[in-house]
């Protein structure tokens, strides 16, 4: 017998009384023992997030990583993340290679942009392939690499996170908070914060934009991490 056949005959009122029914073996008792358990908290869907501590393990080993915004071509100023290379030290240093690269490498942050303002949460910025946010890629020598931890709760303006839409694909595109955003925890990588900057953030916050993406051309013009040339040359 057909499938087809089969769903037109369990609509027949006499067909589906005489077939067994599908019982509850528990009766619900299951969520009461849940609740007895593990209290209300059993039954949170996400967890509240850990407040982190910015100033905890050994911030001296951070690196400072720096956008230089540009609005339809004019300069609007520079913004600074700091990243958290004693945490997270594999996403920190995808971060800084892609800002380091320079303008004719094929990834690089540098002629990259803000894509899209999403008003009530973060911007999202840095597709290095094509800027319209279709596309992420890692410097790591692979399109995407895996979620290092998520140690760091979305829970203030100024989080610099990775973009991922589905598990372990992180690439190049990352989110700077503008509003504390719980729904990223546990699903994107938090690495850094905006330590310099955060004022030009929410300027860019109120560009206008259609369905989220800004009508103005809002590119990167020079990045790069500070002091790194002094290194090299040391």
Same mark, same amino acid.
């Given at each position: 017998?057909?499938?087809?056949?089969?769903?037109?005959?369990?609509?027949?009122?006499?067909?589906?009384?005489?077939?067994? $029914?599908?019982?509850? $073996?528990?009766?619900?008792?299951?969520?009461?023992?849940?609740?007895?358990?593990?209290?209300?908290?059993?039954?949170?869907? *996400?967890?509240?997030?850990?407040?982190?501590?910015?100033?905890?393990?050994?911030?001296?080993?951070?690196?400072?990583?720096?956008?230089?915004?540009?609005?339809?071509?004019?300069?609007?100023?520079? @913004?600074?993340?700091?990243?958290?290379?004693?945490?997270?030290?594999?996403?920190?240093?995808?971060?800084?290679?892609?800002?380091?690269?320079?303008?004719?490498?094929?990834?690089?942050?540098?002629?990259?942009?803000?894509?899209?303002?999403?008003?009530?949460?973060?911007?999202?910025?840095?597709?290095?392939?094509?800027?319209?946010?279709?596309?992420?890629?890692?410097?790591?020598?692979?399109?995407?690499?895996?979620?290092?931890?998520? *140690?760091?709760?979305?829970?203030?303006?100024?989080?610099?996170?990775?973009?991922?839409?589905?598990?372990?694909?992180?690439?190049?595109?990352? *989110? @700077?908070?503008?509003?504390?955003?719980?729904?990223?925890?546990?699903?994107?990588?938090?690495?850094?914060?905006?330590?310099?900057?955060?004022?030009?953030?929410?300027?860019?916050?109120?560009?206008?934009?259609?369905?989220?993406?800004?009508?103005?051309?809002?590119?990167?013009?020079?990045?790069?991490? @500070?002091?790194?040339?002094?290194?090299?040359?040391?």
């Amino acid at each position: 017998m057909r499938p087809s056949s089969l769903r037109h005959l369990m609509r027949t009122p006499r067909l589906a009384a005489a077939l067994p $029914r599908r019982r509850n $073996r528990d009766g619900g008792t299951g969520w009461y023992r849940k609740y007895e358990k593990e209290g209300p908290e059993g039954f949170r869907k *996400y967890k509240l997030p850990t407040p982190f501590d910015w100033d905890s393990n050994d911030p001296s080993k951070r690196k400072r990583v720096f956008f230089d915004v540009n609005v339809d071509g004019e300069s609007k100023g520079r @913004i600074v993340v700091e990243t958290l290379d004693d945490v997270l030290p594999v996403t920190s240093e995808n971060f800084q290679k892609l800002a380091m690269a320079p303008k004719d490498a094929w990834l690089t942050y540098k002629n990259s942009g803000i894509h899209r303002i999403m008003k009530t949460s973060a911007l999202v910025a840095g597709d290095v392939e094509g800027g319209s946010g279709r596309a992420s890629h890692s410097a790591l020598g692979r399109r995407y690499f895996e979620h290092e931890g998520f *140690y760091v709760p979305h829970s203030e303006p100024g989080i610099v996170s990775m973009v991922s839409n589905k598990r372990d694909e992180n690439g190049s595109q990352f *989110y @700077i908070t503008i509003e504390p955003c719980p729904h990223l925890d546990g699903r994107c990588t938090a690495f850094g914060r905006v330590v310099e900057g955060m004022d030009l953030v929410q300027e860019l916050r109120g560009t206008f934009s259609r369905h989220e993406i800004p009508v103005s051309d809002i590119s990167f013009g020079e990045t790069g991490v @500070i002091g790194a040339e002094a290194e090299a040359e040391a």
